[in-house]
């Protein structure tokens, strides 16, 4: 089993910057890939980047290119996102999720969630 609790959230306006933490307990996690999921109010849960287990590779979505940096440490024990130039429409509760799934755009195939942590971003 694998836990992960998110960190990190809070209110900033627009250009500011914000780094995301997930921190993951169990055994198993260290194999899994980790991702980075959100939810605006009215909206659908929606990637927003994943990472291999080893860390070597990443994706992201388009609207986030060039600002968003998905990372995980050496001891892959936590994931992080670490956002800059955020825009209003960056609002949204951010989950962490991990998971053996390479469907990594969608989120029913990715097997554990955090609790989600709020980003508001005010213009």
């Known amino acids: 089993q694998v836990q992960l609790v998110e960190s990190g959230g809070g209110l900033v306006q627009a250009g500011g910057s914000l780094r995301l933490s997930c921190v993951a307990s169990?055994?198993?996690?260290?194999?899994?890939?980790g991702g980075w999921f959100r939810q605006a109010p009215g909206k659908e849960r929606e990637f927003v980047a994943a990472?291999?287990?080893?860390?070597?590779?990443?994706i992201y979505t388009e609207s986030v290119k060039g600002r968003f940096t998905i990372s995980r440490d050496s001891a892959k024990i936590t994931v992080s996102l670490s956002m800059n130039s955020l825009k209003p429409e960056d609002t949204a509760v951010y989950y962490c999720?991990?998971?053996?799934?390479?469907?990594?755009?969608?989120?029913?195939?990715?097997?554990?969630w955090g609790q989600g942590t709020q980003v508001s971003v005010s213009s």
């Open positions: 999720a991990a998971g053996r799934t390479t469907n990594w755009r969608t989120s029913a195939r990715w097997d554990y």
């Open positions: 990472i291999t287990w080893s860390g070597g590779a990443t």
């Open positions: 169990g055994r198993t996690f260290s194999s899994l890939h």
